[in-house]
C-alpha cells in the first residue's frame, strides 16, 4: 500500500500524531494526510513543524507541543476541541534515547526519557479521551519498541519507559473498552536501514560504542530490518499503522509487532 495511490481511507477522520518531524512519525504523519485525515501534528521544533504541516496540506495543523508537559498537552488538544470537537485516531509516537550505561545516565537524561517516552504518552491518552467518546469511539495507538523483548544494553531508560508504557496500554484498553476506544500497542523494530547506518540522533562517540557493542553481542543481527531505503521502511511501519486504524471496530489488536524486511 506505501507505494500505491491513497483510497481516501481515512476521510472524516480527525487523528493527532505525535513526534512526527522525523523517522516513522513523519511517515504516518505523510500517510495519515494522504489518505484524507484532519490531522494534528505535535512536537517540540516549531520550525521543522510547521513546514511540515504546511507540505502536507490545508487540513494539516502543526502545534508546537511538549507531550511531557501537562499543561503543553493540552493547550494543545484544546485546538483539536475547538476545530473539530472529536479526535479518531491518536498515534503517540515521540520518542527520545540516548546509549549510555546505567552508571553514565545523568539526571537531565532520566527525565527527559521518563518525561517523553512514558510520560508523553500518557499525557495525551488522557487528554484525547474525552474526544474519542465524544466520536462514538475510536483508537489510541502507542509506539512500544522490541528492545523491551530483548533487552539492549545501554539501553536501560528507553526499555524500561518502553515496558511501563505497554503496561499502562493495557490497563487503558481494560478501562476504555466499553467507549469503543481500541488501544494497539505497536512493538516496533528497526526503522534505520543498512550496514553501519548513522541516522541516530545521538553522540558520535556513544553512538559508535552503542553500535559495536550490540555488533559484538549480536543484537543487531537479531533486529537488523530491510537494508536499503530508510524511506522505505518508515513507509511500511506507517502502512501498518493505517492498516490497525482501518479495521472494522469489532477487530480489536492489542499488540502488533512490526519489522521491516
Not at 23 to 43: K, M, P, T, V, Y
Not at 51 to 74: C, K, N, Y
Not at 90 to 107: H, I
Not at 209 to 234: D, I, M, N, P
Request: proline share 4%; with cysteine.
Amino acid at each position: 500500500m506505501a507505494n500505491g495511490a491513497a483510497t481516501g481511507a481515512l476521510d472524516g477522520k480527525v487523528a493527532v500524531v505525535t513526534g512526527t518531524t522525523s523517522g516513522s512519525g513523519s511517515a504516518i504523519a505523510r500517510r495519515f494526510a494522504a489518505e484524507g485525515a484532519s490531522l494534528f501534528l505535535l512536537a517540540r521544533g516549531k520550525e521543522r513543524l510547521v513546514a511540515q504541516a504546511e507540505a502536507l496540506g490545508p487540513d494539516v495543523v502543526g502545534i508546537p507541543t511538549d507531550v511531557g508537559d501537562a499543561d503543553s498537552v493540552r493547550a494543545a488538544f484544546a485546538q483539536v476541541e475547538e476545530r473539530h470537537g472529536k479526535l479518531d485516531i491518536l498515534v503517540n509516537n515521540a520518542a527520545v534515547y540516548r546509549p549510555c550505561f546505567v552508571w553514565e545516565l545523568s539526571d537531565a537524561d532520566i527525565e527527559q526519557q521518563v518525561r517523553t517516552n512514558y510520560i508523553g504518552p500518557v499525557y495525551p491518552c488522557r487528554a484525547a479521551i474525552p474526544l474519542l467518546r465524544a466520536a462514538g469511539g475510536g483508537d489510541i495507538v502507542n509506539t512500544s519498541s522490541e528492545s523491551t523483548l530483548d533487552p539492549f544494553p545501554m539501553l536501560s531508560m528507553y526499555t524500561s519507559t518502553k515496558a511501563a508504557l505497554e503496561a499502562f496500554s493495557r490497563t487503558l484498553m481494560s478501562e476504555v473498552q466499553d467507549d469503543d476506544i481500541r488501544v494497539t500497542v505497536v512493538v516496533q523494530g528497526t526503522a534505520s536501514e543498512g550496514e553501519g547506518s548513522t541516522d541516530w540522533a545521538w553522540d558520535p562517540d556513544d553512538a559508535a560504542a552503542a553500535v559495536q557493542l550490540w555488533t559484538e553481542k549480536g543484537y543487531l543481527a537479531k533486529v537488523r530490518g530491510r537494508v536499503g531505503s530508510a524511506g522505505q521502511a518508515t513507509d511500511d511501519v506507517a502502512d501498518v499503522h493505517l492498516y490497525i486504524v482501518t479495521r472494522p471496530r469489532g477487530q480489536k489488536l492489542d499488540t502488533v509487532h512490526v519489522r521491516s524486511y
